[in-house]
């Protein structure tokens, strides 16, 4: 089973940047996607930003497009998002998650098997 370590959350104030980083362990042929969610509180978890790790085909949630980035190190089985300008509103648990085989939402939780138990970003103003 494909375990998964997030790090990298913080308080920051608006319009600063935070990295974070999700280790991945016991990887199987088969995972195929793996990407970054979020929660706030009394909200939904919803995506943010995942990749087809071997086509290394991106998708991400209109609220971030343009201010995050996710990346991946495979050499070190790392994954990455790269927050910038971040707002009040990006406030949430953020959390890793990988899936197998190949799935036609990539922005959906529910696709998603194997989760980390996230880190959390707060976004002052």
């Known amino acids: 089973q494909v375990q998964l370590v997030e790090s990298g959350g913080g308080s920051v104030q608006a319009g600063q940047s935070l990295r974070l980083s999700c280790a991945a362990s016991?990887?199987?042929?088969?995972?195929?996607?793996m990407g970054w969610f979020r929660q706030a509180p009394g909200k939904e978890r919803e995506g943010v930003a995942t990749?087809?790790?071997?086509?290394?085909?991106?998708y991400y949630a209109d609220s971030v497009q343009g201010r995050f980035t996710i990346s991946q190190d495979s050499a070190k089985n790392t994954l990455y998002l790269q927050m910038n300008g971040l707002k009040p509103e990006d406030t949430a648990m953020y959390y890793c998650?990988?899936?197998?085989?190949?799935?036609?939402?990539?922005?959906?939780?529910?696709?998603?098997?194997?989760w980390g138990q996230g880190t959390q970003v707060t976004v002052s103003s």
């Open positions: 990749m087809n790790i071997l086509a290394e085909r991106t």
């Open positions: 998650a990988a899936a197998d085989g190949v799935i036609y939402s990539p922005l959906s939780p529910s696709r998603f098997a194997y």
């Open positions: 016991r990887y199987t042929s088969s995972t195929y996607y």
